[in-house]
């Protein structure tokens, strides 16, 4: 991979307009339609195509996340059950779950499924990606008639999946459809229940975060981060900046990458560069590091604590991929800078057994708060 480096400090973040959108649309903002597979007797394949009805389907707004939620959050929604955080009406409602593991409830330990419309106006020379950012349980996905990915790839709650859909996006109206099995803490990557209320007898099977759609070129941007070196008083801070660059074209390309972060509260933005070749159908990881970029080597930065301890400053951060000129993706994110470290203190008359001590920014903080 060859590369030429670049370094400056960048005008404020107002003068990049020029610098285009990542291209990532939320789909289902409109809506969604949810209902359970013990009520529909079709396969993905027709449930997942345009035009297909839904009328007697549950309809879901996204909830504030941006997603349609759970199975149980579907039906309160259309008023099967007036609350289910007043006594046992949950119970009286769905029934009852008396220990962790899988859904013993009959009504959701079969597949749900969530189906929305978008529309879409692919270009030649894009890539199309869904973007499933956390489910809870498992999914297989569906895209205008085709099964795009199982259950063996699509699970993780807090965990993105990105899946290649660019052959199967057309002109107008497009449909997505994903069944849902249900959750089980015992077996997969997801969420749990350790508390002293009730179990949710779907166990919270459903989209946890938005479900995404993402167009760009042929060469794309992703995983942007900052590694951090602090010095030992904090008055100074390397970073490296990395960023994977995915060409999905059968040919090497070449492109320029840049990243720019952005200090809290308005100070002047820097940003660095460089060419990157990538080989066809690959991905490289491009990294920016303070040697040599001496502007990610900083003093005095903006100091990330505890709720308490002090503010919570952060940096934003931009990569984008250009070719001939052209942004053809980008990605963004934030990220705050601090020295956090960890270590153990012996048996002592309070604590027999010895406690871990947790030091942020060399200040040791206490936990507080519990179950």
């Known amino acids: 991979m060859a590369m030429l480096p670049v370094s400056d400090v960048d005008a404020p973040a107002a003068a990049n307009q020029e610098w285009v959108a990542d291209g990532t649309t939320t789909l289902g903002a409109g809506g969604w339609q949810v209902q359970s597979s013990a009520l529909v007797p079709q ?79 692919p270009h030649a020379g894009q890539t199309a990606e869904l973007v499933v950012n956390g489910i809870v349980g498992a999914g297989d996905l569906w895209v205008n008639g085709t099964l795009v990915a199982g259950t063996d790839a699509l699970t993780g709650a807090y965990v993105e999946r990105d899946f290649d859909v660019t052959g199967l996006l057309r002109a107008g109206v497009n449909s997505l459809a994903i069944r849902m099995h249900p959750n089980n803490p015992n077996t997969m990557f997801t969420l749990d229940q350790f508390d002293w209320s009730q179990i949710p007898p779907d166990n919270n099977t459903g989209i946890q975060f ?54 809290p509260g308005g100070d002047r933005p820097i940003r660095v560069s460089q060419t990157a070749t990538v080989a066809g159908h690959s991905t490289r990881t491009v990294s920016f ?23 919570q400053p952060l940096y934003a951060l931009t990569a984008t991929v250009a070719e001939n000129g052209a942004v053809t993706s980008q990605t963004s994110g934030a990220f705050g800078i601090r020295t956090v470290t960890s270590r153990l203190i012996g048996p002592s008359p309070a604590a027999p057994d010895g406690v871990r001590v947790f030091v942020v920014n060399g200040k040791q903080l206490m936990f507080r708060g519990g179950g």
């Open 289 to 311: 590091p303070p040697g040599g970029f001496a502007d990610l080597a900083g003093a005095h930065p903006g100091l990330w604590w505890p709720y308490q301890l002090g503010g």
């Open 210 to 263: 938005p479900v995404q759609l993402r167009m760009s070129g042929a060469l794309t941007v992703s995983n942007a981060h900052v590694v951090q070196d602090n010095a030992a008083d904090l008055s100074r801070s390397a970073l490296t900046v990395k960023a994977d660059v995915t060409n999905r074209s059968s040919r090497a390309r070449s492109a320029l990458v840049t990243a720019t972060i952005t200090p």
């Open 43 to 121: 396969a993905g394949g027709l449930i997942s195509s345009p035009g297909f009805d839904t009328t007697a389907w549950l309809a879901v707004k996204p909830d504030d996340a941006g997603a349609p939620g759970t199975e149980i959050a579907a039906l309160l929604r259309n008023g099967v059950c007036p609350t289910v955080f007043y006594a046992d009406t949950m119970r009286k409602c769905f029934g009852y779950m008396d220990e962790r593991g899988p859904v013993t409830v009959p009504r959701f330990a079969v597949p749900w499924w969530f189906r929305t419309d978008f529309t879409a106006a």
